[in-house]
C-alpha cells in the first residue's frame, strides 16, 4: 500500500490545530463537492480523498496512530500486540535460563514487521484480523422517522442504502453488519454503526410512542361546544369538543401517535391539549352582553 500523506491532502501542516484540520477540508469540500464537479472524475477523487483524510485527522485516537505508523496506521493494535507477546516470550525464555531472542522489537522494526505480515517479503502471517468498525450518524425529521424509507448515505467515500423503521427514536443506533472496514488477511469486515439524530418539530412533540399537540379553541366553542379540525402525522381529524370545557384540558386520540419501532400497525396516542382563547376587540355590545352574563352567573 502506497503512503498517503493526509496531512498534503488537506494542506496543513503536522502540528495543525482541530480547528485548523476542520477549516482545511470545509474549504475544500466546498470547491471539489460533487455537487458542484457532477462530470470531473479527478474532482470527485479528491472529494474521496479529503473525506478521508478528514475522517482520520479529525479523530484524536486515528491521528495518533496514523503519527506513529503512517500508512499502516490501521494495523497499529495488531503491532502492538505482537510487540507485546514477543515481550512475553522473551522474558519467559530468559526466566527459563536460556539466552534470549536476539536484539529488540521496538519501533524501528513496524515496517519490516507489517511488511511480512500483511503481504510483503518473507514469511507471510496466516493470522486473520477483523476490519475497523465505522459510525456515523443519520439527520431526519420527526416526519421521516414517522414511516418506513430507504435512504442513500455515504460513509468512507462508499452509497449505502438501508431501509429505515417507522418508530425510531433520537439517538437510536442500528449495526449494519459487514458495512465496516475490510479485514486483514481473509479475516471478516467491521462492522457500521448508523446513530439516527432526529430534530424536533415545531408543532408535535414526541413522549415515548405518543405525540404531544397543543390546539387553541375559541372561547364560544369551549363555551357552548362544538367541532374543530385538528392535524395529525397522517392527516386532519375532526375533534369534538363538549360544552364547559375547561383551558388546558386534555385529550387523547387512541392510536393517532408515533409508531411502534418494528410493530407493524401499532401506534402510539395523540394527547392534545387544549388552549381557550379569549376574545380580543370586543364591541361595547359585546361588552354589555358579557356584563350581563356575568350579573346572571353572580
Known sequence: MDFVDYYKILGVEKNASEDDIKKAYRKLARKLHPDLNPNDRDANKKFQQINEANEVLSDPEKRKKYDAYGKDWQHAEQFEQQKQQRSQQQRSYSNAGGEGFSGDFDESNFSDFFSSMFGGEGRRSTAKYRGEDYHAELHLHLSDAYKTHQQTMTVNGKNIRITIPAGVENGQQIKLKGYGDA????????????????????????????????????????????????????????????????????????????????????????????????????????????????????
Do not use: H, W
Open 183 to 298: 479485514g486483514i488477511n481473509g479475516g471478516p469486515n467491521g462492522d457500521l454503526y448508523i446513530t439516527f439524530v432526529i430534530a424536533n418539530d415545531a408543532k408535535f412533540k414526541r413522549d415515548g410512542n405518543n405525540l404531544l399537540v397543543n390546539e387553541n379553541i375559541n372561547l364560544y366553542t369551549a363555551v357552548l361546544g362544538g367541532e374543530t379540525i385538528i392535524d395529525t402525522m397522517d392527516g386532519k381529524v375532526k375533534l369534538k369538543i363538549k360544552p364547559e370545557t375547561q383551558n388546558g384540558t386534555k385529550i387523547r386520540l387512541k392510536g393517532k401517535g408515533f409508531p411502534v419501532y418494528k410493530k407493524e400497525s401499532e401506534f402510539g396516542d395523540l394527547i392534545i391539549t387544549l388552549n381557550v382563547l379569549l376574545p380580543k376587540d370586543l364591541t361595547q355590545e359585546q361588552k354589555d352582553l358579557f356584563i350581563q352574563l356575568s350579573k346572571t352567573n353572580s
